[in-house]
C-alpha cells in the first residue's frame, strides 16, 4: 500500500474540492437549536418581587444549556419576559420631566443603529410617527442602563444601542384595545423600516403589559447587563425566561430570546408547511379585532431564516386573541 505523503498542492486541490462540494449544502431554513427554556407564575395570579427574582435565578441554573464563543462573555442568548413594572416606569417618567397621566403606562424595548447616528434619528421618526398617528402619547425616550463589561468582544461589535420608549394610553381605550393597537403600531414600524432600508430597527416588546430583556450575553450576567431588573419594584405574576443554544445558527441580538409571544425550545420541524398555509389563508383572512388593520399587518409570517422569529408574529397574536375570545362564549 502506497504511503506517500499528500503534496501541498494535493492538499490544496482537495480541500478545494471539498468546499465546492458542500458550498451549497447550508441552508438557513434547516437550522436547528436546542435551548434551555422555563417559566415561573403566581398561582394565586399575585404580582410580586419573588416571582421576577425566581425567573432570573432559574435563568442562571440553565446556563449549561447555551454556547459560548471563545471569548468566554459572547453568548447565544438570554433574556427575561416580565410584566412591565408600573411604579418604576412611572418614576423614570416623571424624572425625565413628563406628566404622569392616569392610566398604565405602556413600554416599547427598542433595539436601534448603534453607529449610525443618522439612521438612528430616523428610527425614532418611524416609531414616533405611528404611535401619534394611531391617536396615542409619548413621554418620552428612556436610555436602558446597561454594563458592557460583561459582554464580549462579539457582543459587544454588534451590540444596539438599547432604549425604551413609554407612552400613554390618550385614547382612553381599553387595556385590550390598547394592546391590540400596540401591536398594529409594530407591524407598521417594521414596514415602514424595511421601507427605509434600516434592518437594525427591531422591537423586543411594544406592549402595555409586558417588556422583554434580553441580549447575546451569558445567562448569568443578564442582571448585571441590565441592572434595571434588579430594582424591587419589578414585580410580575409570571417570568419567562431562556437561554439560546444555536447548534448550526447564527447568534444575533435581536435573536435572543424571549419573543414576544413564544419562547422555544428545540425544532419547530413544520414550520415550512405552516408558512406555505399561512401564505393560502391570507386572502380570506378576518379578525373582529384586526379587520379594519388586516393590510398593515401582512404579511402574517414575516421573513426570517429562523423558525421561532418568524412565527412570533401575527399568527401567534390571533391564536391566543381568538382563544380568549372563544372560552368568553
Not at 204 to 212: D, F, G, K, N, P
Request: with cysteine; charged share 25%.
Amino acid at each position: 500500500m502506497d504511503m506517500q505523503p499528500e503534496s501541498a498542492a494535493a492538499f490544496l486541490a482537495a480541500w478545494d474540492a471539498n468546499t465546492k462540494a458542500l458550498r451549497h449544502t447550508y441552508d438557513p431554513a434547516q437550522e436547528h437549536d436546542a435551548c434551555g427554556v422555563g417559566v415561573v407564575a403566581a398561582l394565586d395570579g399575585r404580582k410580586r418581587r419573588e416571582v421576577v427574582q425566581a425567573g432570573i435565578d432559574a435563568l442562571k441554573a440553565v446556563w449549561h444549556r447555551g454556547a459560548v464563543d471563545a471569548d468566554g462573555k459572547t453568548g447565544d442568548g438570554a433574556g427575561i419576559h416580565v410584566e412591565i413594572a408600573q411604579d418604576f416606569f412611572a418614576d423614570a417618567v416623571q424624572r425625565s420631566g413628563a406628566k404622569l397621566m392616569p392610566g398604565p403606562i405602556a413600554v416599547g424595548m427598542v433595539f436601534l443603529p448603534k453607529t449610525d447616528l443618522s439612521a438612528q434619528e430616523r428610527c425614532r421618526t418611524i416609531v414616533e410617527t405611528e404611535i401619534l398617528t394611531f391617536g396615542y402619547q409619548i413621554y418620552g425616550w428612556r436610555q436602558v442602563p446597561i454594563d458592557v463589561s460583561v459582554i464580549g468582544e462579539k457582543a459587544n461589535a454588534t451590540r444596539p444601542e438599547i432604549e425604551q420608549i413609554m407612552l400613554w394610553n390618550a385614547r382612553g381605550v381599553t387595556e385590550a384595545e390598547f394592546e391590540r393597537d400596540l401591536y398594529v403600531i409594530r407591524r407598521r414600524i417594521e414596514k415602514q423600516a424595511i421601507a427605509a432600508q434600516i434592518s437594525e430597527l427591531y422591537l423586543c416588546s411594544l406592549s402595555v403589559r409586558s417588556i422583554i430583556y434580553k441580549g447575546m450575553f451569558l445567562a448569568e450576567h443578564l442582571t448585571t447587563f441590565y441592572p434595571d431588573l434588579l430594582d424591587e419594584r419589578f414585580v410580575s405574576r409570571f417570568a419567562i425566561y431562556h437561554q439560546r443554544y444555536s447548534t448550526n445558527t447564527f447568534p444575533t441580538w435581536k435573536l435572543a430570546q424571549p419573543f414576544r409571544m413564544l419562547a422555544h425550545n428545540g425544532e419547530i420541524n413544520t414550520v415550512t408547511g405552516n408558512v406555505n398555509w399561512m401564505k393560502s389563508h391570507e386572502t380570506r383572512l378576518a379578525d373582529a379585532a384586526l379587520s379594519p388593520f388586516m393590510e398593515d399587518i401582512k404579511p402574517v409570517v414575516q421573513a426570517d431564516p429562523t423558525p421561532p422569529a418568524s412565527t412570533t408574529c401575527s399568527s401567534c397574536w390571533f391564536a391566543p386573541d381568538a382563544m380568549r375570545r372563544w372560552r368568553r362564549r
